[in-house]
């Protein structure tokens, strides 16, 4: 059984702050996927499914953020499951928004969820990290993840979600890469080489004449004036 746990606070004061992608993250792949309905359980809401070929349990802590490793080591505990079993999905400040990172262990960069899961599991968990940009200095970092997203960021932020949904099988599995491959190609896709300029390119573009260089002008002067000139 593979765990992965999103990160965030619970209430409807905070449903929408950068602080719980990680729940929004959990809550898109149980929708997509099928899993079954949220339950209470290990200080927070559990969902069961499939992911591939994988049994996934999926977890919103409900200790609130500082104290997420209370939730997480309880359910690791009675499930006897490792800390490699476990994926964590958070907002991470140091990556630009939409930008997706997966890695393994680590410090927690001064991220209350992640200290505290360090204290309850240890750092060898999986990571998933979600940016969400920083605010310019650090200590405006509490005030701005504990807000809401703008409406600016509505486009990125749902295909990034999409993408971690898409690719949750893969990162079920151990494929690392190609979930992360998965997510980036979400939010950036790359372009088609048949892709034709649009018509507003096309009109500022400068014509090109069919006929081939213009003749040039008929001399209407008489003999007389011609030699006047060549002589001036």
Same mark, same amino acid.
């Given at each position: 059984?593979?765990?992965?746990?999103?990160?965030?606070?619970?209430?409807?004061?905070?449903?929408?702050?950068?602080?719980?992608?990680?729940?929004?993250?959990?809550?898109?792949?149980?929708?997509?996927?099928?899993?079954?309905?949220?339950?209470?359980?290990?200080?927070?809401?559990?969902?069961?499914?499939?992911?591939?070929?994988?049994?996934?349990?999926?977890?919103?802590?409900?200790?609130?953020?500082?104290?997420?490793?209370?939730?997480?080591?309880?359910?690791?505990?009675?499930?006897?499951?490792?800390?490699?079993?476990?994926?964590?999905?958070?907002?991470?400040?140091?990556?630009? @928004?939409?930008?997706?990172?997966?890695?393994?262990?680590?410090?927690?960069?001064?991220?209350?969820?992640?200290?505290?899961?360090?204290?309850?599991?240890?750092?060898?968990?999986?990571?998933?990290?979600?940016?969400?940009?920083?605010?310019?200095?650090?200590?405006?970092? @509490?005030?701005?993840?504990?807000?809401?997203?703008?409406?600016?960021?509505?486009?990125?932020?749902?295909?990034?979600?999409?993408?971690?949904?898409?690719?949750?099988?893969?990162?079920?599995?151990?494929?690392?890469?190609?979930?992360?491959?998965?997510?980036?190609?979400?939010?950036?896709?790359?372009?088609?080489?048949?892709?034709?300029?649009?018509?507003?390119?096309?009109?500022?573009?400068?014509?090109?004449?069919?006929?081939?260089?213009?003749?040039?002008?008929?001399?209407?002067?008489?003999?007389?004036?011609?030699?006047?000139?060549?002589?001036?």
């Amino acid at each position: 059984m593979q765990l992965i746990v999103g990160l965030g606070n619970p209430g409807a004061k905070y449903l929408k702050n950068r602080h719980n992608i990680g729940f929004m993250a959990v809550d898109r792949i149980a929708e997509d996927h099928g899993f079954g309905p949220w339950k209470s359980k290990f200080q927070g809401q559990i969902a069961e499914g499939m992911l591939g070929r994988e049994k996934v349990l999926l977890l919103k802590p409900e200790t609130f953020m500082n104290l997420s490793g209370q939730s997480v080591g309880a359910a690791m505990r009675f499930y006897k499951l490792t800390p490699g079993d476990v994926t964590v999905i958070h907002d991470e400040i140091d990556l630009a @928004p939409g930008k997706l990172r997966v890695k393994q262990g680590g410090g927690h960069a001064g991220h209350n969820g992640l200290r505290s899961l360090h204290q309850h599991i240890g750092d060898g968990y999986q990571r998933v990290r979600l940016g969400v940009g920083h605010p310019g200095r650090k200590e405006l970092v @509490p005030h701005y993840v504990l807000q809401d997203f703008a409406k600016a960021d509505a486009d990125w932020l749902d295909d990034l979600l999409r993408g971690i949904s898409d690719g949750a099988a893969h990162r079920a599995e151990g494929a690392n890469d190609s979930f992360q491959k998965g997510g980036a190609h979400r939010v950036a896709p790359a372009r088609s080489s048949t892709t034709q300029a649009s018509p507003q390119a096309a009109d500022t573009a400068p014509a090109k004449s069919a006929a081939g260089p213009r003749p040039e002008p008929e001399d209407t002067r008489s003999p007389m004036q011609r030699l006047i000139d060549k002589f001036r």
